[in-house]
């Protein structure tokens, strides 16, 4: 056994249709000299406590084997102990393991002992870690832009702020994860395709979103508003934003995508002026609008 490896089971692992499985990922591990200490994750026992006993013991390189969602259980404080995450996907949705290149079941071992280690930037929502995406529904919440800007859905809609991708990873939803900023995404609902009182704005159509980059900003609500951090219920009327470059230190496979969006680079937070939304991007215009609310 390898002591500086720790392999951490979700619970619904426990199930019968799941042993041949591990017993394969066992044996794997053994053959490649990285079968470590196995612990289980459980309802009512501290994710946090558990594997901060791990480390404690002796663990370097941290294996959470379940799927996407086992990941998020422990990213919230994850990125603060020194180690490095490996991940084995038995079960959907895994997403995430998609964009990190590595294949599910067996065949993730030989990723976890060819050890490439990328090191990622993480989001941050007040004192909580975010390795994907933070996502509000149907609101009318504001976003505070890099201290610049309020951007908002005037009629509500869904605002994202993505770091690696988003939570469902569905329509290839993507953010760069190595550029040292989150993307923030507004898709306002619109029941048909919204006509602007401004000539220079290019209507917006149903499903496109505003993106942009920022660094730091706040969340603001006038009533409760509901988020969900890495898939995490969070309540309340205000939020702090930001990112720390280069936290998170990650085993990844070859086909690893992790620095690319789908519209390609997407512009920065401007120094002033007003945005609009067309086919994903923003263009910048007047700046006689600069100190206004942008609502989409």
Same mark, same amino acid.
């Given at each position: 056994?390898?002591?500086?490896?720790?392999?951490?089971?979700?619970?619904?692992?426990?199930?019968?249709?799941?042993?041949?499985?591990?017993?394969?990922?066992e044996t794997r591990c053994s053959?490649?000299?990285?079968?470590?200490?196995?612990?289980?994750?459980?309802?009512?026992?501290?994710?946090?406590?558990?594997?901060?006993?791990?480390?404690? /013991? +002796?663990?370097?390189?941290?294996?959470?084997?379940?799927?996407?969602?086992?990941?998020?259980?422990?990213?919230?404080?994850?990125?603060?102990?020194?180690?490095?995450? #490996?991940?084995?996907?038995?079960?959907?949705?895994? +997403?995430?393991?998609?964009?990190?290149?590595?294949?599910?079941?067996?065949?993730?071992?030989?990723?976890?002992?060819? !050890?490439?280690?990328?090191?990622? /930037?993480?989001?941050?929502?007040?004192?909580?870690?975010?390795?994907?995406?933070?996502?509000?529904?149907?609101?009318?919440?504001?976003?505070?832009?890099?201290?610049?800007?309020?951007?908002?859905?005037?009629?509500?809609?869904?605002?994202?702020?993505?770091?690696?991708?988003?939570?469902?990873?569905? #329509?290839?939803?993507?953010?760069?994860?190595?550029? +040292?900023?989150?993307?923030?995404?507004?898709?306002?609902?619109?029941?048909?395709?919204?006509?602007?009182?401004?000539?220079?704005?290019?209507?917006?159509?149903?499903?496109?979103?505003?993106?942009?980059?920022?660094?730091?900003?706040?969340?603001?609500?006038?009533?409760?508003?509901?988020?969900?951090?890495?898939?995490?219920?969070?309540?309340?009327?205000?939020?702090?934003?930001?990112?720390?470059?280069?936290?998170?230190?990650?085993?990844?496979?070859?086909?690893?995508?992790?620095?690319?969006?789908s519209d390609g680079a997407l512009?920065?937070?401007?120094?002033? +002026?007003?945005?609009?939304?067309?086919?994903?991007?923003?263009?910048?215009?007047?700046? *006689? *609008?600069?100190?206004? !609310?942008?609502?989409?």
């Open positions: 056994m390898n002591r500086l490896y720790a392999f951490l089971y979700d619970d619904f692992l426990s199930a019968p249709s799941y042993q041949k499985i591990l017993a394969n990922i053959i490649l000299g990285i079968q470590g200490r196995v612990s289980r994750l459980a309802i009512f026992r501290s994710a946090r406590e558990l594997v901060e006993n791990l480390v404690m /013991d +002796g663990a370097q390189t941290v294996v959470v084997v379940g799927n996407d969602k086992t990941l998020q259980k422990i990213m919230w404080f994850l990125p603060d102990l020194p180690v490095t995450v #490996g991940y084995i996907p038995v079960a959907e949705p895994f +997403g995430i393991a998609s964009l990190l290149g590595i294949p599910p079941g067996e065949a993730a071992c030989d990723i976890l002992a060819a !050890r490439r280690v990328e090191t990622l /930037d993480i989001g941050k929502v007040d004192k909580r870690y975010f390795l994907t995406e933070v996502l509000i529904q149907d609101t009318k919440a504001s976003v505070r832009v890099d201290k610049q800007f309020n951007i908002s859905a005037k009629h509500a809609g869904t605002i994202s702020i993505r770091n690696l991708g988003s939570i469902a990873m569905n #329509g290839g939803a993507m953010a760069n994860a190595k550029d +040292g900023w989150l993307e923030l995404a507004v898709e306002p609902i619109l029941p048909t395709e919204r006509k602007s009182r401004f000539s220079f704005l290019k209507s917006l159509k149903r499903g496109e979103e505003t993106l942009l980059k920022l660094k730091e900003g706040i969340i603001e609500s006038t009533e409760p508003v509901d988020l969900l951090i890495d898939g995490h219920p969070i309540n309340g009327f205000k939020f702090n934003l930001g990112v720390i470059p280069n936290k998170l230190k990650i085993i990844t496979g070859r086909n690893k995508r992790l620095d690319s969006s512009p920065e937070a401007p120094s002033h +002026g007003i945005v609009s939304a067309t086919q994903g991007h923003l263009h910048r215009v007047a700046s *006689w *609008w600069s100190k206004q !609310r942008m609502y989409f």
